[in-house]
């Protein structure tokens, strides 16, 4: 499967990284959604179809982690990659099984290995 395939969430709150990833993402070919916050992410969940959420943990409104007890109840097999500078390591409970924790900052390339590993990308494009 190709980036033009997946749909990508990014939830942040720092318009920065959002303009970044939005700007990198959809150069590659992915559909990039956006919003600021925990309670807009869980509004475009249940609004769109969604592949890949990769978050921030800190944001404003809903907390972070209500956000992992909604994804357990509403959308368990979505994979979730987060990016946060709030833990130097991969915290042990997130409440949600997430597929990758990256520290922030993170290297634009490394977000974009990642997004690809796990969507397998990388696989179905050696073949």
Do not use: W
């Amino acid at each position: 499967m190709r980036p033009s395939s997946f749909t990508i969430l990014f939830a942040d709150d720092e318009p920065a990284i959002i303009r970044l990833y939005k700007d990198a993402f959809t150069k590659e070919g992915y559909k990039v959604l956006t919003c600021s916050n925990a309670s807009g992410a869980m509004a475009e969940l249940q609004d769109e179809k969604v592949d890949l959420l990769v978050t921030d943990l800190v944001m404003p409104d809903a907390n972070t982690f209500d956000l992992f007890d909604f994804l357990k109840e509403k959308f368990p097999a979505l994979p979730v990659i987060v990016a946060s500078g709030k833990f130097k390591d991969h915290p042990e409970d997130f409440r949600y099984k997430v597929s990758a924790y990256l520290p922030k900052p993170v290297e634009l390339s490394v977000l974009k290995a990642k997004v690809a590993e796990v969507l397998g990308i990388e696989k179905d494009l050696a073949k």
